[in-house]
């Protein structure tokens, strides 16, 4: 139900845009998180944007650089990383809440979605 897609290989400082495409549920009925997972790491919280509250939230690594939004027509959440490092490689997956309110931010996931690889490399 969720597809996250827009991954690649980036040099250092550069740009990318991750996609979140829903089916089946409507992503502005829920919180909608970003998350990461390095080789041999845990699974990191990296975003999350509640429409219905108006907000959006970032972890600390990433604050300034990366920027998570939504597009209601196309039911799609998006998240721009900007001036990427070496150490933001990762793949990064999304995932719905169950709640809307920015409370499903920081409750159990319930959608997600598969992967998408983000490569940061000279």
């Known amino acids: 139900q969720l597809q996250a897609s827009g991954g690649g290989v980036v040099q250092p400082g550069g740009s990318l845009r991750l996609s979140c495409a829903a089916s089946?549920?409507?992503?502005?009925?829920?919180?909608v998180g970003w998350f990461r997972q390095a080789q041999g790491k845990e699974r990191e919280w990296v975003s999350c944007?509640?429409?219905?509250?108006?907000?959006?939230t970032y972890a600390d690594s990433v604050k300034g650089r990366f920027t998570i939004s939504g597009d209601n027509a196309k039911n799609t959440v998006y998240l721009q990383l900007s001036s990427l490092k070496p150490e933001d490689t990762a793949v990064y997956y999304c995932?719905?809440?169950?709640?809307?309110?920015?409370?499903?931010?920081?409750?159990?996931?319930?959608?997600w979605g598969q992967g998408t690889l983000v490569t940061v490399s000279s």
């Open positions: 089946g549920i409507s992503l502005d009925d829920h919180a």
């Open positions: 944007i509640s429409r219905s509250d108006g907000l959006t």
């Open positions: 995932a719905a809440s169950h709640f809307g309110s920015a409370y499903g931010c920081y409750v159990e996931y319930s959608y």
